[in-house]
């Protein structure tokens, strides 16, 4: 028991150290690539991903995660040869989940971009970014493998590997486009399109490189069991790849309908920036920031839509991977627990995890919402005027986070007693919620993408609302959010004020840089005593549990 513990802690450790350096890598590609693109650029760059994150996600999700679990039961068994089978099984179901995802974003290209997107500059990097699909689901499989057997390593070695590759070849290819291309395209505003597909180019690469470093792990000691050889008919092969399908096909949608909502950024930012320009041609010529973004860039919906999907959401999505490193920590003691049956065992688990959300979500997101105008400055210094149209965007979408945090948090309760399909209705309605939502407010001149960040907020906890209910409806269980939120909320609140008052004090004598690290280090220590006096006792115990240390 002490074994598997250790090696649960371990592997945790190594997860979140593979998360925390490819999540920073992630960031030092997007965020000089938006120095590099732009706000224009970088709609070109993320309407490629809007068309191959849910093909991605849909061939990459539930094949590795049926793999995980059923090696992780074959395993304990010591059935070796069942567990060969499955890999094979599984390889086989994504190379031709890969090669159909890569073909079907081949062959819907020049529609997508053209009436879908309408985004045409784009169409370079669509069609760059779909051979990653294939790539990705092998190696999707190979790492649900691995961490099958409760070897973490392989999975964060080819994440860093992914990350390295793509950060540097990504900045260096568009760097080098951009740069070069205006003797070629005439200028660097028509070596836009390329230079962005030169971006592209290197995400595909890595993804290729993750694959190789997989493959050749699989090949070598480490890969092998002594008892891995087997004949299997091809009777048998079929009806195994076709039990882990049937299995895997509800993750999979679930995977791909999480996507639903940059989707419907995608569908619906850029075509109403484009009418509320029509609409309202004398707001957007009287402020002097939207005036300086019709001026200079020849697609304002584009250059909105890169703004927000490019630049805002890569700073965003730093603070939202917090609360996904607690829900990888809670669920499997909350699976163990829904597992026994007893309703104390889960309740304690429960509140740990709605706990744990708050308290590590809050601080990040409200320092974000803070220090959102400081923040872009400082990342995207030599574009002022996209960091100024997307300031007010972060600050709404980072006020609201605690709202997504918590939204996993329960989606984590149902996963844990065997439920995906409830997650996947929801977050299709969440989905349509944003659709409508984006087409109300983005459109309105003064509101423009801090619409987007609005219907963020608001649907995601119109799903919250929807998913406590049923939580409590299905299970008996009562999730006590705001109970259990409180003391994470007042804290954040003295942190939020804190850091605001620190930051206006000190930015006349210690710069904008120097005043927002100072004050966002101040706020953070506000929001710990707060925290602390008011809630000592769960505060230690959500600790125990990032620490994993927790008896």
């Keep these: 028991m002490m074994e598997k513990k250790n090696r649960f802690m371990r592997n945790a ?26 706000g224009e650029g970088m709609g070109y760059f993320t309407t490629a991903y809007s068309i191959f994150t849910p093909v991605l996600s849909f061939a990459c999700a539930g094949i590795p995660t049926i793999l995980t679990r059923s090696v992780a039961e074959l395993s304990a068994t010591k059935d070796y040869a069942r567990i060969a089978q499955m890999r094979r099984c599984s390889l086989l179901l994504a190379a031709v989940l890969g090669i159909a995802g890569t073909l079907l974003i081949w062959l819907a290209a020049i529609p997508f971009v053209m009436y879908i997107a309408n985004s045409p500059e784009s169409l370079p990097g669509v069609l760059i970014i779909a051979p990653a699909t294939l790539f990705c689901s092998i190696t999707a499989v190979y790492r649900g493998y691995y961490e099958g057997l409760s070897d ?25 486009v951009y740069y070069n291309g205006a003797h070629l395209f005439g200028s660097e505003q028509a070596a836009l399109p390329y230079s962005a597909a030169a971006a592209i180019l290197g995400v595909t690469v890595s993804e290729l490189c993750g694959t190789v470093f997989m493959l050749i792990r699989s090949r070598g000691k480490a890969g092998r069991f002594p008892e891995s050889t087997v004949k299997t008919d091809r009777t048998e092969i079929f009806g195994m790849c076709r039990d882990i399908f049937m299995k895997a096909l509800p993750v999979s949608l679930g995977a791909a309908a999480s996507n639903l909502l940059s989707l419907a950024d995608m569908l619906t930012i850029s075509n109403c920036i484009d009418l509320s320009t029509y609409i309202f041609p004398g707001y957007w010529e009287n402020n002097a920031v939207l005036a300086a973004v019709k001026e200079n860039c020849t697609g304002v919906g584009t250059f909105m839509y890169g703004c927000y999907a490019g630049m805002i959401m890569s700073v965003y999505m730093l ?19 829904a597992g026994t049956g007893e309703r104390g065992a889960v309740s304690r688990e429960m509140k740990l995890l709605i706990k744990g959300t708050s308290v590590v979500t809050l601080p990040v997101t409200v320092l974000m919402a803070v220090l959102s105008e400081p923040i872009l400055d400082t990342l995207y210094p030599v574009r002022a005027t996209e960091a100024a149209v997307s300031a007010p965007a972060l600050s709404v979408l980072s006020a609201g986070g605690i709202t997504a945090g918590l939204l996993g948090s329960v989606f984590i309760i149902f ?4 439920d995906f399909g409830y997650p996947i209705r929801i977050t299709l309605i969440g989905g349509a919620l944003k659709l409508m939502f984006n087409v109300i407010f983005v459109t309105l001149p003064f509101m423009n993408i801090s619409g987007a960040a609005v219907s963020g907020v608001l649907s995601n906890t119109i799903c919250l609302v929807c998913a406590v209910r049923e939580a409590k409806g299905r299970f008996g269980l009562s999730t006590g959010i705001v109970r259990y939120s409180l003391p994470a909320l007042v804290g954040s609140a003295g942190c939020g004020i804190g850091t605001y008052l620190f930051f206006r004090g000190l930015e006349g004598n210690a710069g904008q840089i120097g005043a927002m690290l100072i004050s966002a280090v101040l706020g953070a220590v506000m929001y710990a005593l707060i925290l602390f006096i008011a809630d000592r006792e769960d505060c230690t115990e959500v600790i125990r549990l990032l620490r994993h240390k927790r008896a």
């Design 152 to 176: 973490a390593l392989p999975t964060a070695l080819s994440q860093i590997i992914e990350s390295v590759v793509k950060a540097a070849l990504g900045i260096g290819l568009s760097y080098f």
């Design 319 to 337: 603070a939202a991977a917090v609360p996904a490193v607690v829900g990888r920590c809670a669920l499997p003691r909350l699976a163990y627990a």
């Design 13 to 38: 450790a190594v997860m979140f150290t593979a998360m925390i350096i490819s999540k920073g890598l992630g960031a030092v590609l997007k965020i000089p690539l938006g120095n590099i693109l732009g």
């Design 415 to 418: 996963h844990a007693y065997g």
